[in-house]
C-alpha cells in the first residue's frame, strides 16, 4: 500500500489549494491546481469560476482516489451559483506511471468519478486519455456536466464486473413496470 501512495504524492506537486478566476463571455480558460485542473474551450458563461482542491481522507473506501479530489463551482456576477453547465467544459488529471497502468488494466477500471449531490455517491464520467506535451503518460480527460467534486480513483472489481468480462453473464435491463 505504501508503494502506490508514494509515488502519487510526489507527483501531486506544490501549489494553492484554492483557484478564483473571473470569466469573459467567449474566452478560453485553462484553471488547473497540482496535476488536475479545467479547460474551458470557449466560455459560454460570465462570473467568477472557483476551482478547489481537497486531499481523499478515506482509506477504507472503494474508490482508490490517487490524486487531489477537484471541486468546480461557477457563479455569476451577483454571487449566485449557476445550475448547468454552458459550452464545452472538460476537467482533466495528468497521469503519472501508476495512474496511466492502471488506465490500461481495464480491471483497474480507473476513471475521471463525480460527486452526485442528487442522489450522493460517486458516478463514472465517460473517460478519455490524451497525449499532452511535456507529459509522457498524457492525461485523463471527461467532459463536465455538474458543478460538483471530480476525482481520478481506480476501483476494486466487483464479482459481477469479472463475469460479465468472462462472458458468464449478460446484462439486461431491468423490465420497467
Known amino acids: ?4 501512495v508514494l509515488p502519487v ?7 494553492p489549494l484554492r483557484r478564483e478566476v473571473e470569466l469573459v463571455f467567449n474566452k478560453p480558460y485553462e484553471v488547473f491546481i497540482g496535476n488536475g485542473g ?12 472557483v476551482l478547489q482542491s481537497e486531499d481523499w481522507s478515506r482509506v477504507q473506501s472503494w474508490h482508490q482516489f490517487t490524486q487531489r479530489i477537484l471541486d468546480f463551482q461557477v457563479y455569476d456576477r451577483n454571487g449566485k451559483p449557476f445550475e448547468w453547465v454552458y459550452g464545452n467544459v472538460r476537467v482533466y488529471f495528468n497521469l503519472d ?12 477500471n480507473m476513471s475521471i468519478w ?20 511535456g507529459l509522457p ?4 480527460w471527461c467532459l463536465v456536466r455538474y458543478y460538483t467534486r471530480y ?5 476494486q472489481p466487483t464479482m459481477t464486473m469479472k463475469l460479465i468480462k468472462q462472458g458468464l453473464i449478460t446484462v439486461t435491463p431491468s423490465p420497467t413496470p
Request: net charge positive; hydrophobic share 40%.
Open 137 to 140: 503518460k498524457g492525461r485523463l
Open 9 to 15: 504524492r510526489a507527483f501531486q506537486g506544490e501549489g
Open 1 to 4: 500500500m505504501v508503494a502506490s
Open 114 to 133: 463525480y460527486f452526485d449531490k442528487l442522489n450522493g455517491g460517486w458516478r463514472k464520467c465517460a473517460t478519455h486519455w490524451e497525449p499532452a506535451p
Open 151 to 155: 476525482g481520478l480513483a481506480w476501483t
Open 38 to 49: 479545467i479547460f474551458i474551450d470557449n466560455s459560454q458563461m460570465r462570473g467568477t469560476m
Open 97 to 108: 506511471k501508476f495512474q496511466y497502468d492502471k488506465w490500461i488494466d481495464e480491471e483497474a
